[in-house]
């Protein structure tokens, strides 16, 4: 398996967009949701519009694992199966 870290660099986004994700990014520090890291991997930050039921976009931070997930090795044995393991005792 390739162990080689995998870095992708920000895609290209609006002015306003890299300062909500700037702003956001803070928040998130200062809250301890997330920490500074010195990982050699990085990828993309992606902005995604999510409307409320007012119609309104609602945008959220999500990140693109998708070159990192082409790399993982799946799990041969599935979790076994709740209902029967709950049977069983």
Known sequence: MDETPIVRKQ?????????????QVQIMLQNEVIEESSSPYAFNV???GKKDRAEEGMDRLCINYA???????????PLPN????????
């Open 82 to 89: 709740i209902n029967k393991m709950l049977s069983s005792f």
């Open 11 to 23: 895609g290209h986004c609006s002015l306003r967009e890299y300062e909500w994700i700037e702003e």
């Open 46 to 48: 992606v902005v995604i």
């Open 67 to 77: 070159p990192f997930n082409k790399r993982i090795i799946p799990d041969r044995y």
